[in-house]
């Protein structure tokens, strides 16, 4: 060893081993009245010697420290962790459990990361605070006496060291494997193979005991509360709202600010308030007609309502919003949330941004985010420091833009800095050795054993991010002004085009190689959740039996009294029909359903939809549960995680209905099946204990693993069963997989019928089934993978329910059909629906199932027509595409009827593989430009529905050329013409992708 131990502490120690040591000898022979009082007053001047300590050297005589230049001896991966306090924190996933690192100078680091690294983070800091601020963590703390072994305190018996550890912040590392330069049995430990805690016996755990009961009181008279805290809110259907939120949320932590996020819904709207939420970073999306999303409809209705002027005083904040410019109310949802806080007095900190999906989210998402940790900081610092923000403002305290008095009081009293704990030297400069460090210069020797995600150097500094495009694309780093008051969320900045580009890397046997570029890593997003499973066996019990009959007679019973249901509160429908539309040799399935809803109360029109609450298939949830070892039918409740304070009416994972089974949350409540998301790779590295497979995983996250992440995730789409599978090592803890994967959402599927009865005067109305019924179509998604045959979750679970009926053993509407019930609701459409007036014309586009709506456009103008007597209404168009005429022409005989009728004035058809050359409807459309144009200009609403991906945008150039060869317009007009008509709802967009 370099360094020894002051002789100061020494001889303190051995006094303390002395007097313990009287007073244990004295005490053996306790049946003699002198020895028993001698022990007495030994154990006593022990006990007032040890409380008049002062914390550092309590720390150096609790045991011998590990010294920075040590080696720390820790076990290879694959090795596993026991006892109490390990179970507790594994389970819970807290960002806080340990992460051990090796501080021998010179592995793995640079010469200069090796020289810093070790450097004491406080002049108060003992040899135990040097310990930690090298790199070891509380368990590692107290080091064995004689042969250089590291002793481990628990987190229970930790609070001897909690002083000498307060100053310093703790970083979240991931394992790297260097196979040219380290051994594999010398390898840093993953989360789940770091070394059992090791509990402290005799005086150490007498000092340990001693020094958190006095410690305790006197953080209570200091009266040091957290620092504020930055709500990260998300409103996001698809989820990728919700990914950029927790990316977020993960970078604050990173970079040590003290941040929690969830959706509008787990918040609650009540709890949106100055001293529960003094930061709130919003991103949010629309769905359908700029609807809020399922996750933050309650808070969202809620935030509309009436409110006093102040209701949101003192909080800060900006918005994200995303949304796509094909739709009528584009970015309705973001604007609404932006507007109301403005209106309810909060403050906006950082200029608000809105990326459209037509222009690609990341042009916008990407600097925005980068640029926001700046103004966040500062922000926090204003809040902390009020007295000091208005000097430098040159105006009073009582001016400044601060929370409340209700909020200041729950601040509790300003700590030492507004960023909690000084980053570490090591931190940084290890992250420099990974990422090539802030020059671009490369670390030695490959990869480091470690890949530090702290995001951030000592302050003075700048920022060094190593945050991951979101979309994984690297992007510029530029910073905004820091004394600017409103910092621009999009500056100018490099694009990927000008930087040299990302030199790709192939995977060897499905593995990265070792010393593959990490840049870009995200940072670990912390676990919000432990996943109680000690229930009580009153409240298993229940859950199992509620379970077992779902529906639930309570909810079969349920009614609204205006017909409102929804995802949370859905209706359960009867099957009352199905057939397939498709031929029986054809390898595309598209079946028509038809529900029961005469006791609904339910409200619906043409161009409505109906939301259907799927389940995943049974076979993959045993399979699920089978790989990480889990019991199926045991019960549990979500907790928040030690520490994280959360209001009573806040419930977290609330699309989950615990208690529950964990089948019945693998089932109904969390989607495994789609394609999986960057920061759900990032969790599950984490939980590796080989390190190929984690450095593969997190190569899929980084930039240089762009092209493999768009190959074998993307577009090999595996399931989460097919990840864990393919990494057999990964065995992520329940806590984390549960907080880390989307929630199950409802698919939308258009009406195919109006509410209008089957005859009118008479005239049947074709199709027509009343007010009383639910018609739909959907495709049967089947395609093949790398990760072999995969089956869309929603459209497979409906064709098996709908087999009696397509089997031919249940004929439509025979008495003895079986029932089979659906949980739904109806989704109201604003726009996309056909105009007040028989008189105004309609261009209706829709390849395949996009065709369905306008079945009930036509039968509501078929009815119109026959109350009122019209016989000559304005002109309806209708374009539909298919593969063949005797494949898959869908309504065919519908179609016929409603051009007998008058109804539809005009049918284009394009079948695709009917002739050599392959035909679809936007080549009907520039043949038919002239009259499209004429339609257009006596106020035509022009109607799109079907595929996003690519059929709505070649129509929207095809609706351009139609503009310039019918009306002789540049292109430039042409596309400001389709946009007006967007705005006034004249051209209206039903698609997904």
Known sequence: MKDTPSAAPAATGNLMAWVLGLGALAML???????????????????????????????????????????????????????????????????????????????????????????????????????????????????AAGDGRPAAISFADSAAVDAAKAPLQQRTTVDQQNDSSQPAAGRAPTAETAPQPVALTGSAAILAKLRSQRQAPAAKEQGTAAPPKVTVLYASQTGTGQEIARTIHAECSAKGMHAQVMSFNELGFDNLTAAKTPIVVFVASSTGDGDPPDNSATGYVAMKKQWPGDKLAGIRYTVLGLGDSNYTRFMHVSRTVKSRLQELGAQCFYKCAEADEVDGLEATVDPWCENLYTPLQKVLHEIQHPQQTAAANGTSASKQSSPPDAARKALGAEPSSYLGAEPSVMGAELLASVTGGADGGSAAGGDVPRVQMELSEASGGGELSNQASLFGEDSALSQPDASSAQPSATPSRTTSASRAPVAQVQLVNGLAPAGVDLKGVPALAPCRVTINQQVSAAVAEEARQRESGIPTAEQLKHRDPEGHYGSDQPYWARVSDARRMTAEWSDRIVIHMELEVSSSGMKFGPGDSVGVLPQNPAQLVSGLLQRLGLDGD??????????????????????????????????????????????????????????????????????????????????????LLDLLQRFPSCNPPVDALLDALQPLAPRLYSLTNAPVAERIQSVAIPGACGPSKLQFAFSVVRFDTKYGS??????????????PWLSGS?????????????PIYIKRSTFFTPPASLATPMIMIGPGTGVAPYRGFLQQRMADMLASGETRPGTAVLYFGSRKQDEDYLYEKDWQQFISAGALQKLRLAFSRAQDTKVYVQHLMREDAAELAQYIIAGAYVFVCGDGAVMAKDVNAALCDVLKIGM?????????????????????RDIWS
């Not at 995969?790 to 087999?803: E, P």
């Open 968 to 988: 002789g317009m540049s292109d430039e007009a042409a596309h400001d013409e389709l946009a007006e008509m967007t705005k006034a709802g004249h051209y209206v």
């Open 790 to 803: 995969k089956r869309g979750v929603a459209s497979n679970w409906l064709a098996n329910l709908a087999q």
């Open 634 to 719: 045991a019960v549990f409740e979500v907790q928040p995680v030690p520490d994280e304070a959360v209001s009573a009416d806040q419930r977290l994972l609330s699309h989950i209905p615990w208690p529950c089974t964990l089948r019945h949350a693998f089932t109904h409540c969390t989607d495994f099946t789609s394609v999986p998301r960057k920061s759900l790779l990032r969790m599950l590295a984490e939980h590796c204990s080989n390190a190929d497979e984690q450095r593969t995983l997190l190569f899929f996250t980084s930039r240089a693993g762009r092209d493999a992440y768009a190959d074998e995730i993307s577009a090999g789409q595996p399931s």
């Open 29 to 143: 022979p306790a049946f003699l009245p002198l020895p028993a009082v001698l022990a007495a007053v030994a154990v006593g001047a022990a006990a007032v010697w040890l409380l008049s300590q002062s914390p550092s050297e309590a720390v150096t005589n609790a045991s011998s420290v590990a010294k920075p230049d040590e080696d720390l001896d820790l076990p290879p991966p694959g090795s596993t962790r026991s006892g109490a306090a390990s179970r507790k924190f594994s389970m819970a996933g807290d960002p806080r459990t340990p992460r051990s690192v090796s501080h021998k100078p010179g592995a793995g680091l640079t010469p200069r990361t090796a020289a810093t690294s070790l450097t004491p983070r406080s002049a108060e800091a003992s040899s135990a605070g040097a310990a930690l601020s090298s790199g070891t963590t509380a368990e590692h703390a107290a080091a």
């Open 810 to 822: 249940v004929k439509a509407g025979a008495s003895k059909a079986p029932e089979v019930l659906l």
